[in-house]
């Protein structure tokens, strides 16, 4: 019995806990999976650290906070500081290659992705580069299908910027199979 624990980590203003959340209902609403996701802010709206736990399995969830996550996503230098002794031996460590110098070696698999960097060049909004991480993450793992994604994306999503997370999703997508388990 498959059990994921997901840490999204970085700074208010970033969409980490929007990411979290269209995550934890894609894997509910359409995959009839179970799923907590609770969320911690910083002092500060923008700016402030954010973190938000996203635990997916297939059987009841009985603790909702995640200790030792198997994929840990930091976006920002202090969120990986911070956050990156926790994750569990052999587990995955996503990070944005703008934000974050890895310079810690821990017991995982360090995926070092241009995200932020792609979305810029391909769309020059960065109001999508949460759902291009969320892309990267379905491209390097298999917690939940791209297409239960986008449709939680067509439900929380105004019509008129669809088309734009759409683009977002698959550029992560793209960014994230060459590393896929």
């Known amino acids: 019995m498959r059990r994921t624990r997901l840490v999204f980590s970085g700074s208010g203003g970033q969409g980490v806990i929007t990411a979290a959340i269209i995550l934890a209902e894609a894997a509910v609403i359409h995959e009839g999976k179970n799923a907590t996701q609770s969320q911690s802010y910083g002092a500060a709206a ?27 996503v930091c976006l ?11 994750i569990r031996p052999a587990g995955i460590l996503l990070t944005d290659s703008k934000f974050v110098e890895t310079t ?4 995982a698999r360090q995926i070092e992705l241009p995200m932020y960097e792609k979305v810029m060049e391909e769309i020059g ?4 580069f949460n759902i291009c991480v969320l892309g990267a993450l379905i491209g390097i793992s298999d917690v939940v299908n791209a297409d239960s994604v986008m449709k939680v994306i067509g439900e929380r999503v105004p019509k008129d910027f669809i088309d734009l997370n759409k683009k977002a999703l698959n550029i992560g997508i793209e960014l994230g199979l060459p590393y896929r388990m």
């Not at 920002?76 to 926790?86: H, I, L, R, V």
């Not at 810690?104 to 017991?107: F, I, N, P, R």
């Not at 909004?125 to 999508?128: A, E, L, Q, S, T």
């Open 125 to 128: 909004k960065p109001i999508v």
């Open 104 to 107: 810690k070696k821990v017991d």
């Open 76 to 86: 920002t230098q202090d969120a990986y500081t911070s956050f990156g002794p926790e």
């Open 46 to 72: 923008r700016g402030g650290a954010t973190r938000s736990d996203v635990i997916i399995s297939e059987r009841e969830i009985d603790f909702p906070v995640v200790t030792q996550p198997n994929i840990l």
